[in-house]
T-cell receptor, first 114, second 115 residues
């Protein structure tokens, strides 16, 4: 099993630019999560999907952030326009939709906005 | 609302000794799962061990065991025979049965294993 695949691994962009992060979950997993990790705020849940449907996006910081899951094997997190305070590591994770299923994380995308 | 508390920002342990990382949680859900994850300096998040709220026995996975005390709402991770490769950040997390999407993570504990 290839695990959760995220791209790119690193992204450096200038303030105001659009950033798109990509994720391919593990086949058969019906829940997908986007997390953001910073030193100041720790690990924050941004949004999660069940069966490709966004269930809770209350963690999305503001309208500049949007996420989609057009099918069971692909999701994107977009930031437009990006700001320096968006600099963080963004993780995608997938799992089965049960309380006893662990989250399987991708390797993360380290975003730097200058 | 759910909350995970990890009170130890940093811990040190001598190689080959055992160490306990503390985790307390708060939830109104009667059924939930508790998880520990390891994040080495390379950054990836690795699942270590799971404990169900109705499990009668403490979970074990190799050198990892979970000291689960439901009445005290604690789920401490015990690492036996520490190795230098155990140096990492460790996160405790909870996933309720009623809303399995709402995984809540603690702030983490940084463990350093000394040679």
């Amino acid at each position: 099993d290839a695990g959760v695949i995220q791209s790119p691994r690193h992204e450096v962009t200038e303030m105001g630019q659009e950033v798109t992060l990509r994720c391919k979950p593990i086949s058969g997993h019906n829940s997908l999560f986007w997390y953001r990790q910073t030193m100041m705020r720790g690990l924050e849940l941004l949004i999660y999907f069940n069966n490709n449907v966004p269930i809770d996006d209350s963690g999305m910081p503001e309208d500049r952030f949007s996420a989609k899951m057009p099918n069971a094997s692909f999701s994107t997190l977009k930031i437009q326009p990006s700001e320096p305070r968006d600099s963080a590591v963004y993780f995608c994770a997938s799992s089965l939709e049960t309380a006893n299923s662990p989250l399987h994380f991708g390797n993360g995308t380290r975003l730097t906005v200058t | 609302a759910q909350k995970i508390t990890q009170t130890q920002p940093g811990m040190f342990v001598q190689e080959k000794e055992a160490v306990t990382l503390d985790c307390t949680y708060d939830t109104s859900d009667p059924s939930y799962g508790l998880f520990w994850y390891k994040q080495p300096s390379s950054g990836e998040m690795i699942f270590l061990i799971y404990q169900g709220s109705y499990d009668q026995q403490n979970a074990t996975e190799g050198r990892y065991s979970l000291n689960f005390q439901k009445a005290r709402k604690s789920a401490n991770l015990v690492i036996s025979a520490s190795q230098l490769g155990d140096s990492a950040m460790y996160f405790c997390a909870m996933r309720p049965n009623t809303n399995a999407g709402k995984s809540t993570f603690g702030d983490g504990t940084t463990l350093t294993v000394k040679p």
